[in-house]
């Protein structure tokens, strides 16, 4: 585990955190968030700043929808604010999955089939903590699942899941 694997993981966990004050508005959030990250970065592909736009303007409707909808932020107790920890946690994953899938992937110079993820020209100061990164090598996997799964004998099960997972995170084909 390398200082990038515990800022991503901190990262998620605080998404998390601020769910969990939100309550039952933190879910609707986190859930709302995690449904539309698909259509945001396809909207973001066509063009960066409309997709921007669009997740401001996501975000910001369903925070109004949370407060308009769960009056008192969703009641008091110990269950409002699980549920919030569940839509903060499903939201600070797929933030972190969306962060460890969009690294430059570079080709070898003497062998232009053969990726690298991430490329070989990352500053020399951060490149060995990205390559050792656990978090970094899961992106790689959910990145490239449907070209491994031709590569490697994997369980069914994981192959399913990391075709999942790309199919919800990653637009296109970025290694053509």
Known sequence: MTVLDVALVLTAALVAALAIQRRMGGLMV??????????????GDM???????????????????????LPGAGGTGIWPRVAGGVGGAALGVAIVLTLVTSLPIGR?????????????????????????????????EVLFAPLLAAQDPRSPQRTAVMNTVH??????EPWR
């Open 167 to 172: 199919g919800w995170i990653v637009t296109g």
């Open 30 to 43: 986190g859930l709302g968030g995690a449904i539309v990250l698909r259509p945001l970065l396809l909207l």
């Open 47 to 69: 063009n960066p700043w409309l997709g921007l736009f669009g997740a401001l303007l996501v975000g910001l409707g369903l925070a109004l929808a949370g407060r308009l909808l």
């Open 108 to 140: 070898d110079a003497l062998n232009p089939n053969q990726l690298r993820y991430p490329a070989n020209d990352l500053p020399a100061t951060i490149r060995p903590v990205v390559e050792r990164s656990l978090l970094v090598q899961v992106g790689r």
